[in-house]
Every structure is written in structure tokens, then in C-alpha cells.
């Protein structure tokens, strides 16, 4: 069964630290990974599409990678108003679109 | 505003009645994708459809849940005499023009409902 499985659940970083999100997964023929961003209350707003191995994208201070079983969003400098819910998803060769869980970030000022 | 659009945001409803939530798709769409998300939990697909045609319901519930997208006018999620689980955020995303849908989904702000 394809599963995504995003960690940690929940990250708590002072202004300025970066850090690193994880994404893993399994799924049979990957058609693409997508990152969105979740503010509370609010539906989801994506962020990256990555298609392949190896693959980068970058959107001021985030950067999606990609390997063959898991994707990392790397947060540079980050500042509160990059505090929200992280969710990863994989899009598989059935056609379905499967979600993680989500990594709920907190950037401390 | 072109983005994809959900009414009610909020609704609230007692055990046994009948929700109705819409989604007008961004424009120039033609795929409307309805997610359903609990507190803690991912988001959990339950049907893609193109105009006037259901392509995937396979997360939907069999009984009580229908969806519509029909040739004019929104998508619409059907809820009949609902149950306290039936609690949650339920989100519409979009995609696509044309026949072929494009994997990137847009989404919209949302419908939470509350079953009292």
C-alpha cells in the first residue's frame, strides 16, 4: 500500500535556525511529489511540484529535494511568518493523490 | 478573485439532517478533487470529478455521501442525515483544463462542518 510519512510531527525553531523537513514514501511508480503549506483554518497553498530524482526547486527561503524514496524541504533563516503545517503528497501511478500527515513548524521570534 | 471558491465556510448541522457543500472550481478548470480532513489527520481523498461525470469515488463513503459536477454551476458534496463523525474540514481542490488533468491541485479555503 503507498504511504507518505512525514517527520517529525511537529518542529519548534528559534528565528533565524535553519532546519530540514522529511518527507518518505512508498509508492508504486511515482508521478510526482507536491508541498503545500497549511495556515490554520485555512485549505492548503502549494508550493512544489518534483517529478524525478535529484530534482530541486527553490521559493525565498524553501528548497524541495528529491531522492528515490523521500523529499526534503529545507527551511533557510526562517521567520515567524514561515510558521504553519507542511504537508507532503504523492501523486502514483493510479492516479491517486496520498497525503502525509503533516510537520506543524513554529518559528519562535 | 480566480482561485477556487467554497461555500459555506462554517456550517453547522443537528444528527439527521442534510449538508450541502459547494465548490466553484479556479477558472479555466475542469477537475474538482473533494478531500475530507480531521484534526491531527492527513488529508483523505474522496472523489474526482470532471463535468457532469464522476471519475473516482473510491474514497468516498457508500452510503449517505454523493457528488456532483454538473455542466453548469459548482460542485456540490452531498451529505444525507449526517452523524456526528461526519465532523471535519472538507476541502475541494482543482486542476487541469481540458480532458487531461494536470497533477498540481489548487485548493480552496474550505467548508468546516459541525454535526451537533
Known amino acids: 500500500e503507498d504511504q507518505v510519512t512525514q517527520s517529525p510531527e511537529a518542529l519548534r525553531l528559534q528565528e533565524g535556525e535553519s532546519s530540514s523537513l522529511n518527507c518518505s514514501y512508498t509508492v508504486s511508480g511515482l508521478r510526482g511529489l507536491f508541498w503545500y503549506r497549511q495556515d490554520p483554518g485555512k485549505g492548503p497553498e502549494f508550493l512544489f511540484t518534483?517529478?524525478?530524482a535529484g530534482e530541486e526547486k527553490e521559493k525565498e527561503r524553501l528548497k524541495a529535494t528529491l531522492t528515490k524514496k523521500e523529499s526534503f524541504l529545507h527551511i533557510t533563516a526562517p521567520k515567524p511568518e514561515d510558521s504553519a503545517t507542511y504537508l507532503c503528497?504523492?501523486?502514483?501511478?493510479?492516479?491517486?493523490?496520498?497525503f502525509g500527515k503533516g510537520t506543524r513548524l513554529h518559528i519562535l521570534p | 478573485n480566480a482561485g477556487v471558491m467554497q461555500n459555506p465556510r462554517h456550517l453547522v448541522r443537528r444528527r439527521g439532517q442534510e449538508a450541502r457543500l459547494r465548490c466553484s472550481p479556479m477558472k479555466g478548470h475542469s477537475h474538482v478533487y473533494w478531500y475530507r480532513q480531521l484534526p491531527e489527520e492527513g488529508l483523505k481523498f474522496m472523489v474526482y470529478?470532471?463535468?457532469?461525470?464522476?471519475?473516482?469515488e473510491s474514497g468516498m463513503p457508500k452510503e449517505r455521501f454523493s457528488a456532483e459536477f454538473p455542466k453548469e454551476g459548482p460542485s456540490i458534496l452531498r451529505i444525507q442525515q449526517v452523524v456526528r463523525g461526519d465532523s471535519a474540514a472538507y476541502f475541494c481542490?482543482?486542476?487541469?483544463?481540458?480532458?487531461?488533468?494536470?497533477?498540481?491541485?489548487?485548493f480552496g479555503p474550505g467548508t468546516r462542518l459541525l454535526v451537533l
Open positions: 503528497a504523492v501523486h502514483n501511478r493510479d492516479d491517486k493523490i496520498i
Open positions: 518534483l517529478y524525478s
Open positions: 481542490a482543482s486542476s487541469g483544463t481540458g480532458d487531461s488533468p494536470q497533477e498540481t491541485q489548487y
Open positions: 470529478l470532471q463535468k457532469e461525470n464522476i471519475i473516482d
